[in-house]
């Protein structure tokens, strides 16, 4: 049963990309060719909800999969959602980039710090600045319909920072597949006045 004071939240990575063995991926690639067995993964989310979309291809490719059996309230294509911007490193060699990055502090889980800003893009600590802010908003804005985000990896370890109140050193190195859920649920700011936060943790997977 829905609570009045509480909103659900499904934030979604993006079905597989096309890209090159040994080359990070391009800025805006378009997803593989399917068949995906997307029956498991709509059974989890509702119908009717609010959607917010990353603007980059991939991830409207795969809002385009699931949107025509959940039937969207609402749809807005917001930039804060976007992947963090490898900046001049996307498309390039790994061997080149390692090769950049030899000098520099090394992270177990992830192949760059969370510090590490690319040429002419950004790190993943402005990633979890940048989605702490969006997710603010969130709290500042009461709504009870059900909210649907297709985004990305790095936005998704971001979400977990905030909400979890973990390091982007820890965050940076979780593990997010394609066409997994991350489930949290917002409690009312004017509920919220107890322990443990606005934000809930649900489900991750």
């Given at each position: ?71 969207p309230?609402?749809v ?65 804005q ?62 991750f997977g």
């Open positions: 049963m829905k609570h009045q004071f509480i909103t659900e939240f499904y934030f979604i990575r993006h079905a597989p990309v096309v890209k090159r063995e040994g080359y990070l991926p391009p800025h805006d690639p378009p997803i593989k060719e399917g068949p995906f067995d997307l029956a498991p993964l709509k059974n989890r989310l509702p119908k009717n909800a609010d959607w917010y979309i990353s603007p980059l291809l991939r991830a409207r490719q795969t809002a385009d999969l699931l949107m025509a059996d959940l039937v309230r609402s807005i294509f917001d930039e804060r959602l976007v992947e963090m911007n490898f900046g001049d490193w996307h498309d390039k060699p790994l061997a080149e980039v390692w090769a950049e990055i030899a000098d520099a502090p090394r992270h177990n889980w992830s192949f760059i710090m969370p510090h590490t800003q690319p040429p002419g893009g950004e790190s993943f600590i402005a990633l979890c600045k940048r989605i702490a802010r969006w997710l603010d908003d969130k709290v500042a009461p709504v009870t319909n059900p909210q649907i985000i297709i985004t990305h990896a790095g936005v998704i370890s971001a979400v977990l920072s905030h909400i979890l109140g973990i390091s982007p050193q820890r965050a940076i190195g979780v593990a997010v597949a394609n066409f997994s859920v991350l489930q949290t649920s917002l409690m009312a700011t004017g509920r919220a006045k107890d322990s443990g936060g606005p934000w809930q943790l649900v489900s």
